[in-house]
């Protein structure tokens, strides 16, 4: 099977965002936050286009709280509609949460340098 030249490709999009939580959350937890803010602000029909995917955490470790910063996978054109339903994510599973856009960027190396920027201690 072939794969698919450049120009049939879905062009896509990658958002660098930060979560702070009073418990630290794990993987599926996450996925599950930005899933459920999505579907309850946008409906199942437009969520399905917004092709999200979670590339990458990094946990970072302050006094006062749990933080974690991310890397998004989402359809470019539904950039602005993922990042409004994240930031209305405020408690999943009884832990209240906040979630913060960092920023957007073309590839996955611009947004952990620009946004993300881990030193080699704090990987997930």
């Known amino acids: 099977m072939k794969i698919l030249p450049p ?23 996450l996925v599950s936050l930005i ?44 950039e602005r509609r993922v990042m409004m339903a994240l930031t209305c994510a405020h408690h999943h599973s009884g832990v209240r949460v906040a979630i913060h856009i960092l920023g957007l960027s073309g590839t996955i190396r611009s947004a952990t340098q620009k946004f993300i920027k881990p030193s080699k201690k704090d990987k997930y």
């Open 35 to 78: 899933w459920d803010s999505c579907l309850k602000l946008h409906g199942e029909c437009e969520t399905s286009n917004f092709r999200l995917w979670l590339m990458k955490l990094w946990r970072f470790d302050f006094p006062d709280a749990v933080r974690v910063r991310g890397i998004l996978q989402c359809q470019r054109g539904y």
């Open 7 to 29: 120009t049939l490709r879905v062009p896509r999009r990658y958002i660098a965002f930060e979560v702070i939580s009073e418990r630290e959350l794990s993987r599926e937890e």
